[in-house]
C-alpha cells in the first residue's frame, strides 16, 4: 500500500525566505508524486508532478521538488517566498491506474 | 476553455437530509472523481466515474452514491446525513480514467456542506 507524510502541518517562513515543505513516501513500486496548493476556498491546482523523468521537477509560481528515492522524499523548495505563497500545500503519491493518496497538507504562512 | 464547475458553493442541510451535489468536468474530460476534504480526515477519496460507469470507489459507507450523465457532468448524493458528513467535497476531472501520472487530475472549487 502507499502512504504520504507530510512533515509539519504549519510551516511559518519570512518574505524572501527560503520555502521547505516536506513529504516522504512509502510505496513498493516506484510512484507517481505530485504537490497541489489549495488556496482559500479554492480547489486544489496542480504545482508540479514526477513522474520517472527527471528528478529535479520544476514547477509553476518557482517552486520545485526533487525526487531522492534512497530517502523516499519529495519535498517541495522555493528560494524566495513571496506573500502570495501562503496556502495550504499538499504532497500525493500514485502508481500505475491507482487513484491518488494525498498527505494531510501543510499550511503555509508567510511573514512580511 | 472553462475549469471544472462546482455546484452549488456552500450547503446547509440537518441531519437526517440528503443532498445532491453536482460537477461539471473540463470539456474533453470523460473521468470525474470526488474527494471529500476534513480537517481532521484530509483528502479521501470516495469515487470515479469514467464513461457513466464507476470505475473506482474509496472506503465510504453506502450512504455516498454518485452517477454520470452522457455529457460526462457527474452528481454526488449523499443520504441520511450525518454531523460528521460536514467537509468540502471536491470534483476532479481528466481526459481518460488512466494512470493519473500521464493524465492530470484538475480540481474544482468545492462544495462546502455543512451539516447542523
Known amino acids: 500500500a502507499q502512504s504520504v507524510t507530510q512533515l509539519g502541518s504549519h510551516v511559518s517562513v519570512s518574505e524572501g525566505a527560503l520555502v521547505l515543505l516536506r513529504c516522504n513516501y512509502s510505496s513498493s513500486v516506484p510512484p507517481y508524486l505530485f504537490w497541489y496548493v489549495q488556496y482559500p476556498n479554492q480547489g486544489l491546482q496542480l504545482l508540479l508532478k514526477?513522474?520517472?523523468?527527471?528528478?529535479l521537477v520544476k514547477g509553476i509560481n518557482g517552486f520545485e521538488a526533487e525526487f531522492k528515492k534512497s530517502e523516499t522524499s519529495f519535498h517541495l523548495t522555493k528560494p524566495s517566498a513571496h506573500m502570495s505563497d501562503a496556502a495550504e500545500y499538499f504532497c500525493?503519491?500514485?502508481?500505475?491506474?491507482?487513484?491518488?493518496?494525498f498527505g494531510t497538507g501543510t499550511r503555509l504562512t508567510i511573514i512580511p | 476553455k472553462a475549469g471544472v464547475t462546482q455546484t452549488p458553493r456552500y450547503l446547509i442541510k440537518t441531519r437526517g437530509q440528503q443532498v445532491t451535489l453536482s460537477c461539471s468536468p473540463i470539456s474533453g474530460h470523460r473521468s470525474v472523481s470526488w474527494y471529500q476534504q476534513t480537517p481532521g480526515q484530509g483528502l479521501q477519496f470516495l469515487f470515479e466515474y469514467f464513461s457513466e460507469t464507476q470505475r473506482n470507489k474509496g472506503n465510504f459507507p453506502g450512504r455516498f452514491s454518485g452517477r454520470q450523465f452522457s455529457n460526462s457532468r457527474s452528481e454526488m448524493n449523499v443520504s441520511t446525513l450525518e454531523l460528521g458528513d460536514s467537509a468540502l467535497y471536491l470534483c476532479a476531472s481528466s481526459r481518460t480514467s488512466g494512470s493519473p501520472g500521464t493524465d492530470t487530475q484538475y480540481f474544482g472549487p468545492g462544495t462546502r456542506l455543512t451539516v447542523l
Open positions: 514526477y513522474t520517472s523523468a527527471a528528478t
Open positions: 500525493a503519491v500514485g502508481f500505475g491506474n491507482e487513484k491518488l493518496t
